[in-house]
């Protein structure tokens, strides 16, 4: 009778209002792209150590990298640094890098570092992770400061390397002696990026407007493509 009809008229439009509510998060998701941040070679990665008569440094000169957002809002993710992408100000410390007695970075030519679940939200001083060096894992403690603002998240701290750990013998030549240790600094940034969308964005938080000009970090938003440019040129 009527009452029927209009209870079924009523839980089609309901349905209707279900769709339409979790049909754009859905195209906007696009197969869990949204949940994906790609390293940017905005930031940089300095890799320090010493020796008995001078320190060394080496700055990354690229770096790969990503981060995933699981559906409770935890990170995970890893960056791999070569060794000879590192740039040491001292010509010298390649050489000596590639001894098969120290370090052996022909055999072991990457640091990768493996980050674990974290919210960036609750601003953590400390992030758990993996440290893969010399054919050796080992579980560290990064102190790090976080900022996380879609489609930005941007990373800067430090941990330091006993190499001991990662059965490297200490390097000596002639009265030359390096300390076993490694100090690694860095500030990063991930970029978040979708596809398939229409709709234009538009970045109103002033704390990431200041960020993106400081940093020289351009986001597109356009048909078919939000997110930095430098990943759209890939």
Request: glycine fraction near 8%.
């Amino acid at each position: 009778g009527m009452t029927g009809a209009m209870t079924t008229k009523l839980v089609i439009n309901y349905w209707w209002i279900l769709i339409l509510l979790f049909l754009p998060s859905h195209i906007y998701a696009g197969e869990g792209e949204s949940e994906t941040y790609h390293i940017l070679q905005k930031g940089f990665i300095l890799v320090e150590g010493s020796t008995n008569f001078f320190k060394f440094t080496g700055k990354s000169l690229h770096h790969t990298g990503k981060l995933e957002e699981n559906e409770a809002g935890l990170y995970s993710g890893h960056v791999i640094l070569r060794f000879d992408q590192i740039g040491f100000q001292f010509p010298a410390v390649d050489s000596v890098l590639k001894d098969p007695g120290y370090l052996d970075t022909e055999t072991y030519p990457s640091i990768e570092i493996t980050l674990d679940h974290f919210d960036p939200h609750r601003k953590p001083p400390y992030v758990k992770g993996v440290l893969d060096l010399h054919g050796t894992q080992k579980k560290i403690q990064i102190q790090i400061d976080l900022f996380d603002i879609s489609p930005i998240v941007k990373a800067t701290g430090q941990f330091d390397i006993n190499l001991d750990d990662f059965r490297v013998r200490p390097y000596k030549s002639g009265l030359l002696e390096i300390e076993n240790r490694l100090n690694i600094s860095f500030q990063l940034f991930f970029c978040e990026t979708h596809t398939g969308i229409s709709d234009d964005h538009l970045i109103i938080d002033p704390i990431l407007r200041k960020l993106l000009t400081q940093e020289n970090i351009i986001i597109l938003s356009q048909p078919g493509y939000f997110g930095c440019a430098e990943l759209k040129k890939k």
